[in-house]
């Protein structure tokens, strides 16, 4: 069948078109391999935005290599991801915090029901492959739990929508163990439904499988990693007559175990480990910091500075990352401790507390996580 002269015109400008499109540079006047190393060195957020500027900038920065080049020269950093909502409307928002310029970034709306129940997420991260991790939470609307499993890239500074789990729960805990997204207990479908089953999501798969459930279902939850295990607690609850009850999951043998009573009973406050140890910031009096001493059972606390109360005013929201603590409180104030060891080999604690944008005043946070980007 003969081809028109004005259809295989038409084939030929556009193919001249991608040529030029293609072989345009990306700087004028610099050469490609330069250039590129000015758009590997563009700070996070901006990387992605730049994919917008021409088609040879999108190009190159999507580029698989190009993340690969980004991450062998080592030009990823750690950045504070803050999921709050406003206290007045209940309408949730991340933010993402460069602790080194001290500015704040507003991520894009997070895809999810319009009627949500704030506190029913929960979160999680893989901090050096840059995706933080939204799973299931409550309709407010209806006092249902979904099983939605809600990823964020800082690659592409965008969302996604991943395999749902196999079990709709909300006021659940979850951690990354080894690379492995782990969900654990929470309330089923109905919100009064207490549910024990435990599943483990593959990121490379995307897909969700059940593993071993826990012994008995928690009353609420912190949650913390060290090294492959995950130690879930309810922590006390008013009126303080019963000890709490905590577990520890064990990824490579899928098992459960007690947790040892030293460890759950002083286990007062939210979690956070900073290399392989375990602090918990308390949740009563002056807010003090205290670590988890294994050996012993038990929890000391850590000296150095008292914690910055007076700026700090709860609910809190804690992450860890290259020895420093990071603390979010209402309001979204940051302190950022730095646990040192004295000279009797004690811990001390040296704060700074950075204060958030006045507009975040009616803000409470529900997660801190920390990706690099």
């Not at 995950?230 to 000890?243: A, I, K, N, R």
């Not at 038990?298 to 290259?322: L, T």
């Amino acid at each position: 069948m003969a081809v028109s002269k004005s259809s295989s015109g038409k084939q030929q400008n556009d193919r001249d078109q991608e040529y030029h499109k293609k072989s345009e540079p990306l700087i004028p006047g610099l050469p490609d391999e330069i250039a590129e190393l000015c758009l590997l060195h563009l700070p996070y957020p901006y990387q992605s935005l730049a994919r917008s500027v021409c088609c040879s900038w999108n190009r190159t920065i999507t580029d698989p290599g190009f993340l690969l080049s980004r991450r062998s020269l080592s030009l990823s950093l750690p950045y504070l991801f803050v999921f709050a909502f406003h206290n007045s409307t209940a309408r949730i928002q991340w933010q993402a915090f460069d602790p080194r310029s001290g500015r704040w970034f507003i991520l894009p709306p997070m895809p999810c029901p319009k009627s949500v129940f704030p506190p029913g997420f929960a979160c999680t991260s893989i901090p050096r492959q840059g995706q933080l991790f939204v799973l299931g939470g409550m309709r407010s609307d209806t006092q249902t739990s979904i099983n939605t499993t809600v990823v964020y890239t800082t690659s592409t500074n965008q969302w996604s929508i991943a395999s749902p789990m196999a079990t709709p729960r909300s006021f659940f805990a979850a951690g990354n163990v080894n690379g492995k997204i782990i969900a654990v207990g929470g309330s089923g479908a109905e919100y009064n439904d207490s549910i024990t089953s435990v599943e483990c999501y593959d990121t490379r798969k995307d897909t969700w499988e059940h593993v071993a459930k826990m012994r008995v279902g928690l009353a609420r939850y912190d949650s913390a990693v060290v090294g492959s295990k995950l130690y879930v607690t309810e922590g006390w609850t008013w009126p303080f007559l019963f000890s709490p009850r905590g577990s520890i999951y064990d990824l490579e043998n899928d098992t459960w175990q007690e947790m040892k009573d030293g460890m759950k009973e002083g286990w007062t406050g939210v979690s956070v480990v900073v290399g392989d140890r375990l602090f918990v910031i308390s949740e009563y009096g002056d807010c003090p910091m205290k670590v988890y001493v294994p050996d012993r059972d038990a929890w000391q606390y850590v000296g150095g500075d008292k914690f910055p109360r007076e700026a700090m005013q709860r609910p809190f929201a804690v992450s860890g990352v290259e020895g420093r603590i990071y603390v979010v409180s209402s309001g979204l104030n940051v302190a950022i401790g730095t646990p040192i060891e004295g000279q009797n080999a004690e811990l001390i604690a040296k704060w700074e507390v950075v204060a958030a944008p006045k507009v975040f005043h009616d803000f409470s946070p529900l997660s801190c996580q920390v990706l690099y980007a």
